[in-house]
């Protein structure tokens, strides 16, 4: 039976709720058991959380192994003209020559000389106003002064600089 010192002890400790072992709040211990008990406190769920936060963050600003140095081709075609509206908040270029361009079309970036740094697809297509905008983004194999990117079949190719935040119109 809990003396009023243990109920007191209980109540009133650092350790109240917390760490404490049930064999340690039992009734059928004697209350000068208690004076040797090492009381550990549990760690709190929010630490777990910090610790989680802090190694994300050393990750991506450690790349995650991979190189700093690594362009990623990302950007928007928007089509102007004639373009279909898939009635979903989607779209695809229309009956004209841009019919092919939409979710899922090829795209390919490569350096001033020819060679392929890199292929993805249109990951996004969006209508907005009269327009389609087809957005992608990939990571290239490596740099260039000035890149090509070519979408599907397309014999037109546009040149740009800047492969990180590209912005062509076809119409």
Same mark, same amino acid.
């Given at each position: 039976?809990?003396?009023?010192? #243990? ?15 049930? @064999? ?13 008990? $090492? ?9 777990? #959380?910090?610790? &989680?936060? !802090?190694? !994300? %963050? ?11 140095? /690594?362009?990623?081709?990302?950007? $928007? ?9 898939? %009635?979903?908040? $989607? ?16 795209? &390919? ?6 060679? !392929?740094?890199? $292929?993805?697809? &249109? ?10 905008? #087809? ?28 492969? @990180?935040?590209?912005?062509? /119109?076809?119409?």
């Amino acid at each position: 039976m809990r003396t009023p010192e #243990l109920n007191q002890l209980a109540t009133s400790t650092p350790a109240a709720g917390r760490g404490v072992t049930d @064999s340690m709040r039992s009734t059928t211990q004697d209350p000068a058991d208690y004076s040797s008990a $090492t009381w550990t406190p549990t760690r709190p769920r929010h630490t777990a #959380l910090a610790a &989680v936060c !802090i190694a !994300i %963050g050393a990750l991506a600003a450690a790349g995650c192994g991979g190189s700093q140095n /690594t362009p990623v081709a990302a950007g $928007t075609l928007t089509l102007t003209g004639d373009v279909a509206d898939l %009635g979903d908040g $989607t779209c695809k270029g229309g009956t004209d020559s841009n019919g092919d361009l939409q979710l899922g079309t090829q795209v &390919v970036v490569m350096d001033a000389a020819g060679k !392929i740094l890199g $292929t993805g697809n &249109v990951d996004r297509a969006t209508k907005v106003s009269m327009t389609c905008e #087809l957005h992608f983004s990939f990571p290239l194999s490596g740099a260039s002064d000035n890149y090509q990117i070519a979408f599907s079949q397309h014999s037109q190719k546009a040149i740009v600089q800047d492969i @990180s935040n590209v912005n062509l /119109t076809f119409g």
